[in-house]
């Protein structure tokens, strides 16, 4: 199972680098690749470089800039074994997606369907009967259960932050 760790954002230079914005929060972790896939195709590592929060990366076959647009918005993903295994308290977005969402109480959000980051917070998409979005923040505490796919929030800090789509 793949695991997406970035996007690729640019063609960087004229040798083919591409500048990777990383999804995980130990960027560093990018230069002990070997292999990524790139939308899917597996493709060899030439080498890496961290800067400025973005990961630039040069890979096999990728020789030009013109070779590097035709990757820009692919993902860039792992083999699942490659990732860091996470401690207790820990999860992989990834983890997350799929699972049924629930309020303190028990009554049911629906399916969280996606997580996206626009700088200061993740934004969760549950969809059930109605669609809601709302912030991921510490105070909502939430508790991920791995073993039964679940979510679950405090219900009075979730009615302070969610919005309703409808």
């Known amino acids: 199972m793949n695991f997406t760790i970035g996007e690729i954002v640019k063609a ?3 040798r083919g680098e591409v500048k990777i914005k990383p999804y995980a929060a130990d960027i560093e972790s990018f230069v002990r690749l070997g292999t990524v896939a790139i939308g899917g195709c597996p493709m060899k590592i030439r080498g890496v470089n961290v800067r400025g929060g973005f990961v ?3 890979l096999e076959g990728v020789n030009d800039r013109n070779s590097a647009e035709v990757l820009v918005g692919k993902t860039v993903e792992i ?9 207790k308290d820990e999860y992989y977005v990834v983890d997350l997606i799929g699972c049924t969402v629930f309020l303190s109480g028990g009554e049911e959000l629906g ?6 980051n626009f700088g200061s917070a993740d934004i969760f998409t549950v969809k059930g ?3 809601v979005r ?3 923040l510490k105070r909502l505490n939430l508790r991920f259960d ?3 796919k679940t979510v679950t929030i405090d219900k009075e800090r979730f009615q302070e932050v969610c919005c309703y789509e409808d």
């Open 12 to 14: 960087q230079g004229i």
């Open 56 to 58: 630039f990366m040069s």
């Open 79 to 87: 083999d699942r074994a490659l990732a860091k295994p996470t401690d």
């Open 111 to 116: 399916v969280l369907d996606n997580i996206e």
């Open 129 to 131: 009967k109605r669609t």
């Open 134 to 136: 709302f912030p991921f």
């Open 146 to 148: 791995k073993d039964a």
